[in-house]
């Protein structure tokens, strides 16, 4: 109910944003508001869960993402909304991708980075568990490795805490994995 509610909300807040962009096109802080619209909307599907519509929340966003002039702010939301989208919908290899762009391009958002170096770490993760052998582990060692940057750089966020227990929980694989890089190979 609280879902129909907010989506109702963000409906109206769409169109609402629609009618004024007419009036006014171009001024960056209408393209946020815009951005922030579709993000919310999108944001309210997945949260919904219905899979038949998480398609529609990430062409909200990619939609969205095509408007020009907005904050860095509002990219960083974009973009994290959008690897929200496509892990939900089950789009692992793609998903990596929106979350480590708000960590390049948006280093000035720390607390989106650090959410995004989490959600990037557990698509890794995942990835791992679908792939076998030696790409498995790459993966892996990778997720780690960003769990580990976002434990250690953002301390003090709610992500970084959790990125700290979920390194914890995988620890002793990951050093298992990287000791056995470091080895010279047998001859």
Known sequence: MQVDIAQRRFDAAE?????????????AALVDNQIMAAALRARAIIAAGNKDRLA???????????????SSSSYATLYATL?????????????????????TLFPDQRAQVA???????????DMA???EGAESDEYFVKGMKLLYECAAR???????RTAGRKY???????????KKAEQPADK
């Open 15 to 27: 169109e609402k944003a629609k009618a004024i962009s007419a009036q006014t096109a171009g001024d």
């Open 56 to 70: 529609e929340a990430e062409g909200l966003v990619r939609g969205a993402a095509r408007l020009e002039n907005a």
């Open 83 to 103: 690897g929200d989208a496509l892990y939900s919908e089950g789009k692992l290899e793609e998903a990596r991708f929106p979350y480590l762009r708000v960590v």
């Open 115 to 125: 959410d995004c170096l989490l959600n990037a770490g557990q698509v890794f993760l």
């Open 129 to 131: 568990g679908r792939a």
């Open 154 to 160: 953002y301390r003090g966020f709610g992500s970084a």
């Open 168 to 178: 914890l929980e995988h620890k002793q694989r990951y050093l298992k994995l990287t």
